[in-house]
């Protein structure tokens, strides 16, 4: 079963880390801003989830955050202000330093750094790690994904209430990854929001911009989930153990991840796969089964079919919402799927011994939980959204 990590003894420290930058809040008076790129751009604010918010490799600190796409664009637009809630090295968690062993850069209390002091007066990136559509509206629904970074980075706001603070001119909405991912990851154990409700919430979030102002701003497409490398293919597995690359027995690809079975195309979670490769290798030899169909983690087929629905939905409400208004949008599944067609998203994880292992698990765009974006493609994700931003608008901004 996919479960959510627990995070309650953090989110118990984390309010009272949070109560002084509320309190600061509301005697502060904004500094007039500017920007390089034009006035449109002067109060940029970067609305989203994990990946606008930094998150790599199963953690999250003030250095990948600064590597987000929204920390690079902000640059490249030349803003004088874009505050950015850093948590604290080494993180909020850590991130991997091995995605095999599950190690991670450093072992602190809690998992948790907390806040870095001193805290910005108000915040311009204002994306949660987990957050789905219903969370930038409501941190406080049956739906939301609230957890102890929302305390940590909002204070007890939610997205749109920590923006319309800055009157936000230009804004970046990436929402919609986890409204599939847990579903992905859990074989559909967790489940996938529905379009309607998915068109509901989104229509919602626009309709608030709407009324914070905003003069212009660029969506981005919800990521087809199904296509990413922490997901591998059952036969591809069968493969690899047909060639002797998987350890023989005590471990068993069922027949039915063959090429020609009926769960050859389903996908394997790493987090299901490799664990029991590990247990059945030297020198545990604990007798371990990859099932195709049987096994609840395990997406099959018909399953893939329903995400990649949902995410077409999603997109086909992002794109709408983008065109009524004028601004600029990208998909970015078709830049991803043609880096997986040349090989750069591998089909299966660089495992041990491969010299990739530690470096690029899943090849080198993805960090090291094969979900992320690395800082190579936060940079990829930065020129593509320029690009849609200087078609839609006329502008000339550069690339990072």
């Known amino acids: 079963m996919y479960r959510r990590p627990n995070w309650s003894h953090v989110l118990r420290v984390g309010l009272l880390a949070a109560l002084p930058f509320v309190a600061a809040c509301d005697d502060e008076v904004l500094n007039p801003p500017t920007a390089d790129a034009g006035a449109m751009f002067v109060r940029y604010v970067a609305i989203g989830n994990s990946i606008t918010a930094g998150f790599q490799s199963g953690g999250i600190n003030e250095n990948t955050q600064l590597e987000s796409y929204a920390s690079l664009l902000a640059e490249q637009f030349g803003v004088s202000e874009f505050h950015v809630p850093l948590l604290a090295f080494p993180g ?106 998915f068109d509901e919430d989104y229509t919602s979030i626009m309709n608030q911009l709407d009324a914070m102002g905003v003069e212009g701003g660029a969506l981005i497409g919800v990521v087809n989930v199904t296509n990413m490398p922490n997901l ?18 005590p471990l068993l690809t069922l027949l039915n991840c063959g090429p020609t079975e009926g769960g050859g195309n389903s996908l394997i979670p790493f987090a299901y796969g490799f664990p029991k490769i590990a247990a059945a290798s030297p020198p545990n030899l604990i007798p371990q089964t990859i099932d195709c169909l049987g096994d609840a983690e395990v997406l099959t087929p018909t399953e ?21 208004r004028g601004w600029a949008y990208w998909d970015p599944n078709p830049t991803f799927d043609s880096l997986r067609a040349v090989g750069e998203i591998p089909l299966f994880p660089n495992a041990p011994p491969s010299p990739l292992s530690l470096t690029e698990p899943f090849g080198p765009w993805l960090s090291l939980d094969g979900v992320h974006p690395n800082a190579a493609a936060h940079v990829l994700i930065a020129d593509h ?8 608008y006329g502008t000339d901004i550069d690339h990072p």
Not at 385 to 392: K, L, Q
């Open 92 to 197: 909020c968690p850590p991130p991997y330093s091995n995605i095999f062993t599950q190690e991670r850069i450093a072992t602190i209390p809690n998992d948790c750094a907390l806040r870095k002091a001193p805290t910005a007066e108000f915040l311009n990136n204002v994306a949660v790690p987990e957050a789905g559509v219903i969370d930038v509206l409501d941190n406080l629904d049956d739906r939301s994904n609230a957890n102890a970074l929302t305390t940590l980075i909002l204070g007890g706001r939610t997205q749109l209430e920590a923006a319309a603070e800055v009157q936000p001119t230009f804004v970046t909405v990436w929402i919609g990854n986890n409204d599939v991912l847990g579903a992905a990851l859990s074989g559909l154990q967790l489940p996938v929001t529905a379009a309607a409700t």
């Open 232 to 249: 591998s293919a059952g036969q591809v597995y069968w493969g690899l153990q047909a060639q002797g690359l998987l350890p023989p027995a």
């Open 385 to 392: 959204v320029i690009d849609a931003i200087n078609t839609t």
């Open 304 to 324: 893939i079919q329903t995400v990649a629905t949902a995410v077409a939905s999603y997109n086909a409400t992002i794109s709408t919402a983008a065109s009524g």
